[in-house]
């Protein structure tokens, strides 16, 4: 067997012995007048199906980041007949401009968890405090969607 063929197989053995990591996403439902949020969440691999979420529920789901680090999950919401939004809720590193000035999750969350808080507002996600105590996982929510779009 030629070298070339030993580094190869070396190469398919780091990269399936390199753990996964695993990343949880929680949607919670934080919309006023007991308001009931549908959401419906996919990847290019996996659909989660649509979801009703209950005023103050949440909807959470768990997976691995995939071997070429470039998982990517998105979801469609609407908070009522006339507002929605769709928009990424993990996504690999790189395009911060797109995610509002975040470049990749890990370096925000605690854990790898994902919080997104949905409110009549906008959409939040639970960021670290970078004025709190490092110890005690201080977190605020941070807006990163400011707007529901109108549906048509």
């Avoid at 370096?107 to 906008?122: F, L, P, Q, S, Y």
């Avoid at 405090?129 to 969607?145: Q, V």
């Amino acid at each position: 067997m030629g070298s070339l063929h030993i580094k190869a197989i070396f190469l398919l053995l780091a990269i399936a012995i390199t753990p996964s990591t695993a990343w949880t996403v929680r949607i919670l439902n934080r919309l006023s007048h007991k308001k009931v949020l549908f959401a419906h969440c996919r990847s290019g691999d996996d659909d989660l199906g649509p979801r009703y979420i209950k005023h103050r529920d949440e909807f959470k789901f768990s997976f691995g980041v995939n071997l070429f680090r470039t998982t990517l999950f998105w979801c469609y919401m609407s908070k009522d007949r006339k507002s929605q939004a769709s928009f990424d809720v993990f996504w690999p590193s790189g395009d911060a401009k797109k995610h509002g000035g975040i470049d990749h999750l890990s370096t925000w969350t605690v854990n790898e968890k994902a919080v997104w808080v949905i409110r009549d507002d906008g959409i939040y996600l639970k960021i670290r405090d970078p004025g709190g105590d490092a110890f005690k996982n201080d977190y605020i929510d941070e807006i990163l969607y400011l707007r529901w779009q109108s549906k048509r």
